[in-house]
């Protein structure tokens, strides 16, 4: 088999990249380890910022977000007791909109099933041969029999735990980690939000935040700690938690109801460098990972797709290697101030066991100069609602 693309990952990263590419001529296959069902039954991010929102137009697959995202035009902060508002749309003229990433996943899957471009379901045994030479091509193990596909370039676009970012020789990779010293218990409920826009609170018993899917389905995280399980912790316990966060007026019109999905998710900023070696580029969670404080996870992997798409179409299209020479470095320049965002948020929004006092007023100054200078206002939601590409 040949494709001018091998795209690994069947995920929001894999799949918009090889939308966009299809629509410019391109042809990608993409290998997905799981099922398209399983992939669709993760339950993920939820805020998507406008670039990623105009990739999506520019691949065809936006009608249904443009008819049921939710564009907020600002979130809210609650801490000390009190909740103040940063208004994204005032203060850089852009909304953010939330629409759950299953959702535009699924709508990704259905557009590429009408293209009747290649997904192979189900993979094994993924192996990427040559990518440091010009004939790159990669095998896998599926339903028992061996496949090989030879091909221009590769596509990493299987998440923290694929194959693709270990293809890179280890003394060719610098990697960048820090853990934290807690995870986020995540519950999915069948209830109307709590409010009309996002909650973010700084509790002193931990973090918590608000937010949703559509009027009827609603997402809420509480930190907790790692050693934590889902199955610890009853529905009764959650929601008694939770209110426990939040000011008592928001705590006194929270709806609750049995969960639909708990899950908990362990915060970790990570980044690989290069993004790219010889004929093979990483993209999205394969190369880098964000707390989701800043809901920077999935909105990262686009911009890794734009730069990435453009890139290959001006290969294609004009035989110029400009955009695949630079694209390691114009990914990163972004995915490092998203991780700065995403850390400095986490940083002021969670409470850490090593904290002392002193360090407990410098989180309160900080967040007192969020909620009163215009400047730290404007710079926090030009982040929020993404930089530009
Ligand atoms: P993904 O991990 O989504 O997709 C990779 C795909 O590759 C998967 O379908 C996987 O099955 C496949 N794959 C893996 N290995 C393979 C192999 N060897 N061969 C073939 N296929 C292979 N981001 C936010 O912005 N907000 C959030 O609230 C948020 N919550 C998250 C919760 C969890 C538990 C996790 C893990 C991540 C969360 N994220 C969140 C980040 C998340 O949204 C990612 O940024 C987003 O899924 C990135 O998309 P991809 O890069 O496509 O990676
Ligand atoms: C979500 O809705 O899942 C969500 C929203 C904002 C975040 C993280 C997660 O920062």
Redesign the pocket.
């Known amino acids: 088999m040949r494709a001018q693309v091998v795209i690994i990952g069947g995920g929001p990263a894999g799949l918009l990249l090889g939308q966009l590419l299809h629509r410019r001529g391109i042809e990608a296959v993409v290998l997905e380890r799981k099922t398209r069902d399983y992939v669709l039954g993760r ?5 998507l910022e406008s670039g990623l929102v105009a990739l999506l137009e520019e691949a065809g697959v936006a009608n249904r977000l443009r008819a049921e995202g939710f564009v907020h035009d600002g979130t809210r902060i609650a801490a000390g007791g009190e909740i103040f508002h940063v208004d994204f749309k005032a203060l850089t003229g852009k909304p953010v909109i ?1 629409y ?2 299953t959702e535009m996943t699924r709508d990704l899957y259905d557009a590429r099933a009408a293209t009747g471009a290649r997904t192979v379901f189900e993979v094994d045994h993924v192996a990427i041969h040559d990518a440091d030479g010009d004939a790159p091509f990669v095998t896998y193990a599926q339903s028992g029999a061996e496949h090989r596909i030879d091909c221009d370039f590769v596509a990493g676009c299987d998440g923290f735990h694929g194959i693709s970012r270990q293809a890179i020789p280890l003394n060719l990779r610098r990697e960048y980690e820090k853990t934290y010293p807690f995870g ?1 218990l ?1 519950v999915l409920s069948r209830t109307p939000p709590v409010d009309e826009e ?1 909650i ?1 609170a700084n509790s002193e018993r931990g973090f918590a ?1 608000c ?3 559509n009027d009827n389905l609603s ?1 809420y ?1 509480i930190q907790c700690a790692l050693s934590d399980h889902p199955e610890d912790w009853t529905d009764a316990a959650f929601w008694a938690e939770l209110r426990r966060r939040l000011p008592e007026e928001i705590a006194a019109r929270l709806a609750t109801g049995p969960s639909i999905e708990k899950s908990i998710a362990p915060l970790r900023s990570f980044v690989t460098e290069p993004m790219r070696w010889g004929r093979l580029f990483l993209c999205g969670d394969a190369a880098h990972i964000v707390p ?6 999935l909105n990262l992997a686009a911009s890794d797709v734009h730069y990435l798409y453009h890139a290959l179409a001006q290969f294609y299209e004009e035989r110029d290697r400009e955009g695949i020479e630079r694209y390691s470095e114009r990914a990163l320049l972004r995915v490092w101030k998203a991780e700065r965002f995403s850390w400095w ?1 986490s940083s002021l929004l969670h409470r850490y066991p090593d904290q002392n006092p002193f360090d407990l007023k410098m989180q309160q100054a900080e967040l007192a100069f969020l909620r009163d200078n215009p400047a730290q206002q404007r710079a926090f939601a030009e982040n929020y609602v993404g930089l530009p590409y």
Do not use: E
């Open positions: 339950i993920r991010a939820g805020v939330v759950g990433q986020w995540g996002l973010y935040l937010s949703m899917r997402r995280y989701p404080t800043g809901a920077k996870g948020f």
